[in-house]
């Protein structure tokens, strides 16, 4: 009897992201990454082991059938691959791109323990963005249902719960607030790591579903949820997001030349101010900026600051190097490109020249103690280490609270003290009809926490509405 | 797109625009503002409602063309159009009988404050109403104001009409107890009437108007400094107690892009953009 081939033993290391050179890109906002050629995506499939009992599907907040996806890219059937991948996740694009898959899905990958995990997030973004570039098949429509789904904001979660509700036939109409769809995904997320385009393909996507978008909209002022019930909407999705930036209420805060991350940030991405003057909103970098906070909001800010011709951008943060919450593939990109961190250090005050503009600011050293409710060891300043910094530049990336414009317009609808709007893991919340997911019930979190929660409540939506 | 129904030149380089918005229309109230964007690669500015009429499904706003994209907004005429407009934004005016209201409105926000006036009055307030300008040429509304008002004041920072500087509404305040005041202006302007109202205690609301993007309480920019804490004047105004508001740090924050805005509307000039043909 023959001997059947032994299979190849699959290559330990994952095949390598091919970027931009560090010095180049970071004098330009074109996309770091550049993704797989074909036959790289082809090889790092094949490392998937197709487990029985596949663990990364159950890190996915949407559930994607990954090695599924994978096994059909590794057949070459990439058109019936892209399908699966869209079964589960209506912006794959995106989630290529800006998950943290290294706590998700990769996290729990077989290979991990004899190398790298498989590159799942590369592989999704390879197909997302071959099924683009070969023009995207409009799924067929399902029969109308006659409910209509009121969907505020056009983020991550609402264009979640948009395409799921408008796939299983609801008349969708997303009220977007800004002049743009794709909320964070194009005020927030740079240019260098998620092209515009790519998410205004994604958006188009949602509206061959069906979806309708009105922009500029901002519900609550315009129309309030109680209103749109009674109007001829059957339920409401609210996916307003993160809103508010947070300070750090020390003294000088109000300088000029202090920027929150979000303004630092809508003003570069959203309002193209790179571009100023083709475009008329203007930004001011200086030579010396310092950014505070270590997320990715503060990468996404130092690594913008650079591209706009800082000499030297550093980030401050109160904790240690391990602690850094940004994704590791960020803080390396950022390392690389020459941005500096200053560990252990927070700001204690601002102070201005002449003319009320930033000059310097003044620190402390921290020192790190147990851990907090955070799990994260918390930061305590050591007496006298009081140092100054000259800076011209402030970005401050500490976080946002939630934005109060919904909650402040809807009778009955259940806030914490937070802010943030009371919903269950469906997100019901304590109107009947009326849904939320995303940031403003979680608070700050991740693109596909948010799409996760769209899905959930899409799911939630639906049998509210059938059963009515 | 919202379209232009009815241009108005209220003064030289103050306009106001009529424009068709029904759902605003519906919505707006007074006090509030809202947000233009003038085309694809425009900047966000945000203006002060100047009126609304629901029947017409129209919003008014005046403007001074003292940048870019005023200038380029005073272009427009009737049938041109706006490609977008966000509103109504803000935290409208409280509008309840107080008794006997001083109105003090100057420049470009005179417009707004014909809105305010009409409210207040609606509402069986007693009105005194003073408008001001630099200059008297810059003057607009007083028949408007003087049909609503009790009182009709008018004064110029030169004196060439009316009371010079805003100085006499000590005497007016001494004269006549009021119930409340509410200042419509200028950062400066502003100031300088809170300064005059707080010593004699009368309840003064101003409307600010620091930068701002997005205008829906996202950014920070619009950041103020209100009774010593922290205020967004796009979620939390744009009205706020005058007596508390740190105008200085406001005038700073205002001037932050002043050379930008130079450049820009300096780079539009010069490339003809104000039919000037580049001369």
Redesign the interface.
Known sequence: MAESKPRPKPKKEAVKMPKQDAKIRSQNFNEVALGYTEEQALEEASRCLQCPKPQCVAGCPVGIAIPDFIKLLKEGKYEEAAQKLKEKNALPAVCGRVCPQEEQCQKSCIMSKMGEPVSIGRLERWLADWERKKGVKTPEKTPPTGKKVAIVGAGPAGLTVAAELAKLGHEVVIFE???LAGGVLV?GIPEFRLPKSIVQAEVDYIKKLGADLR????VG???TIPELLRTGFNAVFIGTGA???A?M?VPG?????I??A??FL??VNL??SYA???????I?IGKHVVVIGGGNVAMDSARSALRLGAEEVCIVYRRSREELPAREEEIENAEEEGIVCKFLAAPIKFIGDEK?WVKAMECICMELGPPDESGRRKPTPCKGSEFTMDTDTVIVAIGRTP???IQSTTEGLQVTKWGTIVADENGKTSIEGVYAGGDIVTGEATVISAMGAGKRAAKAIHEYLMKK | MYKIVAKRELAPKIKLFEVHAPEMAEKARPGQFIIIIINENGERIPLTIAGYDTARGTISFGFNEVGKTTKQLGLLNEGDCIWNITGPLGVPSEIRNYGKVLCVAGGVMIAPMLLQVRALRESGNQITTVVGARIKQLLFFEDEMKALSDKLFVATDDGSKGYKGLDFIKEVLKNEKFDRCVAYGPVVMMKNVSEITKPFGVPTVVSLTPIMVDGMGMCGVCRVTVGGKMKFGCVDGPEFDGHGVDYDELINRQRMFLPEERLSSLLWEMRGGCNCGGK
């Not at chain 1, 922009?215 to 901002?218: E, F, I, P, Q, T």
């Not at chain 1, 805060?253 to 030349?257: I, S």
């Not at chain 1, 100023?276 to 203007?282: G, Q, R, S, V």
């Open positions: 607030a800004l002049h005020y922009l500029g909209y901002l002022r315009i129309h809103g508010l930036p300070f209420n805060e109000n300088l000029g030349g920027y929150s979000n303004e809508i003003r309002m193209k100023f003057p083709i475009y008329d909103t203007p001011r009320g934005n109060p414009i």
